[in-house]
């Protein structure tokens, strides 16, 4: 088959070939051939009027009929335009069904341009956000939930974790922000309902603190009359002593336990407090060196405190107390006789450090990462040997959580552990009093 253009351009020679024949058989080639140009140039105008009234019509049905090559690119633009139509069907229809299911989800999705700006969002975010259309079409969310930890979390830019806040429609919604960004800085925005999951929480830790709380009376009975008893009976009666010594060991003990998680419940259960006071580090260790020497005198521990006097340490003193208690009292339950620890409190440009490092048993990397579990132990034995309660770590973590800080371990089996209290620059407050000793060095 001859190509349509070559075809077309056949014809055209053909008629202007019979054009000057004519015109010399008239004598005026010259007009002839103006006149036949004219024509063919009348001739692809129309055509071209009529294919652009053709391509701005909705619709593309029918095919106007021509001839020669504006057949054909009528034919072939007929095809691609029906292509098209098809392939836009087919979108329309993914499109349709995608919105029809995240409409049925109970969790609202909402998404943003580059800009923060709505763009589209489900029935769900109605229920939650109370978003409506077309009103907020285009508006910032921001300017609806205005809540200024929500403006930090999108400025941050950091959305490995999710947002909790209540909802800004109903202040006793708890809701979950998740956010993920996709094409160019667009962010797609899942919020769950997590009401029913904070109340469960709530009460479970609740449980545990009302649980630990009711045992502290009973426990403080039992100790007293166990104490009692071995002063009346104890010195006749071996056997009977050394029951009642250990009874008083396993009552000891669930006392601890009873402390570590009242400890651990005001911890989970109470906001961050906001009313954070200039603590003196140095009296503070002083009291956690003087506990952790007293602790195993039999061991011939080594110990040195050493403390950079010259800030204040802005945060909740009992909460700390506890904390550097927990990781100096560890240093010396795990460190065989003869052995060295050293509790160190030290600040530079970075913030303030508390570390107490010691040359005990250590711990493998392994169980690093899960340390800070409640009720992790390395070594259940030994961790019950030395009256461990298992929620030691987990107390320090929260309370440097609680300060804005974070806890680091490094440990080498059989050569010992270096456990690491980080506190930010902005807690640290430099002392009023120009002292000239800047260091002060304890041994015991
Ligand atoms: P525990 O009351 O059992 O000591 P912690 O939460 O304080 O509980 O510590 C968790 C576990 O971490 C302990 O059981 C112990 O195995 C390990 N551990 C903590 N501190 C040290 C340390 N200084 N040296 C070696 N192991 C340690």
Redesign the pocket.
């Known amino acids: 088959m001859q190509h349509p253009v070559k075809s077309q351009f056949k014809h055209q020679l053909a008629l202007l070939g019979l054009a000057s024949m004519l015109g010399w058989a008239l004598g005026a080639i010259a007009w002839s051939l103006v006149l036949a140009l004219a024509g063919m140039l009348l001739w692809h105008s129309w055509q071209l009027h009529r294919l652009r009234v053709w391509l701005r019509k909705s619709d593309h049905r029918t095919v106007p009929e021509s001839r020669g090559v504006w057949g054909d690119l009528f034919d072939d633009l007929h095809r691609l335009l029906n292509r098209h139509r098809k392939a836009e069907d087919k979108l329309r229809q993914v499109i349709g069904r995608v919105q029809k299911s995240t409409s049925a989800l109970q969790d609202a999705v909402v998404m943003l341009d580059s800009s923060g700006d709505l763009e589209w969002w489900n029935r769900s975010a109605r229920r939650l956000l109370g978003l409506r259309r077309p009103d907020d079409v285009g508006e910032p969310l921001t300017n609806l939930i205005r809540d200024p930890r929500f403006l930090r979390y999108l400025e941050r830019r950091e959305f490995a974790e999710p947002l909790e806040l209540p909802s800004p429609i109903n202040k006793r919604l708890q809701l979950q922000f998740t956010v993920t960004e996709f094409g160019q800085s667009d962010r797609l925005m899942i919020i769950r309902d997590v009401t029913r999951l904070k109340q469960l929480e709530r009460m479970r830790r609740d449980f545990v603190g009302n649980a630990s709380h009711e045992l502290r009376t009973p426990l403080t009975v039992i100790r007293g009359y166990l104490e009692t008893l071995q002063d009346q009976f104890g010195g006749q009666q071996p056997r009977l002593l050394r029951a009642l010594q250990q009874m008083e060991g396993q009552a000891k003990r669930m006392g601890n336990l009873v402390t570590d998680m009242l400890m651990l419940s005001r911890l989970e259960t109470t906001d961050r407090p906001m009313d954070e006071l200039p603590i003196d580090i140095g009296r503070l260790l002083r009291e956690v060196f003087e506990d952790a020497s007293a602790l195993a005198p039999d061991k011939e521990l080594q110990l040195q405190l050493e403390i950079d006097e010259r800030y204040l340490l802005l945060g909740q003193e009992r909460e700390l107390l506890s904390a550097f208690t ?1 990781l100096a009292t ?2 010396v ?3 065989p006789s003869k052995g060295r620890v050293n509790i160190r409190w030290q600040v530079d440009a970075l913030g303030g450090q508390y570390e ?1 490092c ?1 040359t ?4 493998e990397a392994h ?1 690093l990462e899960r ?2 579990e409640r009720f ?4 259940n034995g ?2 019950s040997a ?1 009256g ?7 107390i320090v973590k929260h309370v440097m959580i609680r300060h804005g800080g974070m806890l680091e371990v490094d ?1 080498n089996p059989g050569k010992g ?1 270096c ?1 690491r209290c980080h506190f930010p620059a902005k807690l640290m407050q430099l002392k009023r009093t120009d002292s000239t000793e800047s260091a002060l060095l304890i041994e015991s």
């Open positions: 927990n560890n240093a339950k795990y460190t107490v010691d005990g048993v250590g711990i169980h340390l800070a992790y132990r390395v070594d030994r961790s030395q461990g309660t298992g929620l030691g770590l987990a440990s552990s456990f």
